[in-house]
């Protein structure tokens, strides 16, 4: 009967080691029982940017990158993205399950009354330049949430982490939205709560004097869109906020970590990206030029949308987007833009070099195109990212901290740097 166990045998030493799987892993600590002699450290694994490290145990989100399936707490993509509304969903990811009615209204209606922010808020907004990237103000404002929570630290409080979860989730529309009306030199707009969430962050995003009519196409796009940012397993971002978390700064500090990460542009930088990329294509007769040009620079010229380090297939978040994006495009005009757009996805999906490698289109390929029309300068849309990401990585943190298995996240390195060597002064060095 087969064990399951792995044997290992250190050539070193000849000596055989039995180590426990589970779950397809071993425990990296248990190598460390492998050594050459009592001096020795131990076997340690080396492995930069966690490629084939589990840094976690997590029942939130599942992915099969091969076969394309994204699920939350078990429910698929698809299925959450038809029939169910951003708040809900953010209240599966961080609860578990699908809230009954009472919980659900409950719920909204506490998302709702923690919309507003302390009018200080706008006196940090000012401070800013005028051009200054939505992105770097709405990290900055949701890390100076800290100082006006500082209740915020006690980690160790379900109770009070619920509150700063209503805050946070209620709030980062809120920045985002001062945030793009500080960039345009406009008045800020302030929460509406007889509005939904998505309803509400339109209005705070565009409307102008008089009432601001939210069209229920886009609001519903949004939603969707929402949906299918709102978690997505152990990424850049999500890793931050659980590494920063993992020292129990409070969740403020955390997200402002998170949303960092989440601004470079091989992450959720990428969607506005996609769009400089595309404009300076600029028409499809270029198209092969740019191909030829991303196959030959040796990975520095990157198709930007395509490839995913879990997706070795089609990300369903773009199919999804793919085919939502007719319907926006019937409200507010085709985005030009697509042309190009579905000529470079024919064309790469045939090339050998993107077959070879498995890149498809990702998350990020086709949603920039969509906030375009919708009216979002490109400056926005790593912000647009940011917002229903909030509750996936809050729904992490929590997990992180409720984690008997975790502790404050330490890797370990190997050392190549100079061995010990003596001090010399200044006046001795010529
Ligand atoms: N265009 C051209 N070549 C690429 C691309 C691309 N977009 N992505 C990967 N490759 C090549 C890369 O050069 C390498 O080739 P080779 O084997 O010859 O050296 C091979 O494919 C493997 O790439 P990698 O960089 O080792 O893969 P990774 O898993 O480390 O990177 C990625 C994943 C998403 C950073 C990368 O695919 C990329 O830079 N994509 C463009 C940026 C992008 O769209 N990011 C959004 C990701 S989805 C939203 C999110 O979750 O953040």
Not at 86 to 110: C, F, M, R, V
């Amino acid at each position: 009967m087969a064990k399951d166990s792995l044997t290992i045998t250190d050539n070193r030493t000849g000596q055989s080691y039995e180590l426990p799987i589970q779950e397809g892993t071993i425990k990296a600590i248990d190598l460390r029982k492998i050594k050459t002699g009592p001096e020795d450290f131990g076997l340690m694994t080396y492995d930069p940017a966690f490629t084939n490290t589990a840094s976690c145990q997590s029942q939130i989100t599942f992915i099969d990158g091969d076969k394309g399936i994204l699920n939350y707490r078990g429910y698929p993509i698809e299925q959450l993205a038809e029939q169910s509304t951003y708040l809900e969903t953010a209240y599966l990811i961080l609860n578990g399950e699908l809230p009954s009615k009472a919980q659900h209204d409950a719920w909204i209606y506490n998302i709702t009354h923690h919309t507003m922010v302390h009018e200080n808020i706008k006196g940090l907004l000012d401070g800013f330049r005028y051009d200054a990237h939505p992105m770097g103000m709405l990290m900055s404002t949701v890390a100076a949430l800290s100082t006006f929570y500082p209740e915020a630290k006690d980690v160790r409080s379900k109770e009070n982490r619920r509150d700063q979860i209503f805050r946070l989730i209620a709030k980062v529309p809120t920045l985002a939205a001062f945030s793009y009306r500080h960039l345009m030199g406009l008045p800020y707009a302030y929460p509406n709560n007889d509005l939904s969430y998505c309803g509400n962050f339109l209005q705070m995003m565009f409307k102008m004097a008089g009432s601001y009519q939210v069209n229920p196409i886009l609001e519903r796009a949004l939603e969707v869109l929402f949906i299918l940012h709102a978690d997505h397993e152990q990424n850049c971002s999500t890793s931050a906020m659980r590494a920063v978390g993992s020292s129990e700064a409070d969740p403020y500090s955390s997200t402002a970590a998170a949303i960092a990460a989440l601004y470079g542009p091989l992450h959720g930088g990428a969607n506005e990206m996609v769009l400089r990329m595309l404009k300076e294509i600029g028409s499809k007769d270029r198209i092969p030029a740019f191909i030829q040009e991303v196959k030959t620079s040796g990975g520095e010229v990157r198709l930007m949308g395509f490839g995913h380090r879990v997706y070795k297939n089609y990300d369903p978040r773009a199919k999804i987007i793919k085919r939502m994006a007719d319907q926006v495009f019937e409200v507010t005009g085709r985005n030009p833009l697509l042309d190009i757009a579905l000529e470079l996805e024919r064309i790469a999906l045939e090339d050998e070099y993107f077959i070879k490698r498995k890149l498809y289109p990702n998350v990020d390929f086709y949603s920039g195109l969509i906030y375009q029309a919708m009216g979002f300068p490109v400056d926005m849309f790593p912000v647009l990212f940011a917002i229903p990401r909030t509750a996936g990585w809050l729904a992490q943190w929590e997990e992180m901290l409720e984690d008997k298995d975790q502790k404050i996240a330490r890797p370990r390195q190997i050392y190549r740097g100079a061995a010990r060597r003596e001090f010399a002064p200044l006046s001795s060095r010529g």
